[in-house]
């Protein structure tokens, strides 16, 4: 019996252990989180700009955007009942900002690991865990992500 609780007393303590996530990426499933964006290159456009046209799209509710060098990743949150439409989303909304900005390169996802990933990024960066390089970095990681899942 002491055996037991010994067992799961080592058990609680060490997930209680474990570094803790934000709060933004725990609850980003759950709720609209509105991440700040990301301007990893400081040149070109504006990733404000970006983010307002990617919201001003109806069927999403929820945006994350990081431009590092020529690359620029938008994940968004589509809204439950537009989900069967997603293919169609992403179509337009990719076809929309490159007509818009013709100079740079989107990446588009709908892919919530992608939304959570970029999310984490602006966590990391927002708490000086991770510098502009690094950042870029883990940036085409994450484009490299959401290829393979292509």
Avoid: W
């Amino acid at each position: 019996m002491r055996a037991v609780i010994y067992l799961l007393t080592a058990v609680l303590l060490a997930g209680c252990g474990f570094q803790k996530e934000r709060e933004d990426s725990r609850l980003a499933l759950l709720k609209t989180t509105n991440p700040e964006p990301i301007q990893i290159e400081r040149d070109g456009i504006s990733v404000e700009k970006i983010r307002e046209e990617v919201e001003a799209i109806n069927e999403i509710y929820d945006a994350a955007v990081i431009k590092g060098d020529h690359n620029v990743l938008v994940a968004y949150k589509v809204r439950h009942l537009n989900r069967f439409q997603m293919k169609k989303i992403e179509k337009s909304l990719k076809e929309r900002l490159d007509k818009e900005y013709d100079d740079e390169t989107f990446v588009v996802s709908s892919d919530y690991k992608i939304f959570l990933e970029a999310v984490r990024l602006r966590e990391d960066m927002d708490a000086g865990k991770t510098n502009e390089k690094e950042a870029d970095k883990r940036l085409h990681e994450i484009i490299r992500l959401k290829r393979e899942k292509t």
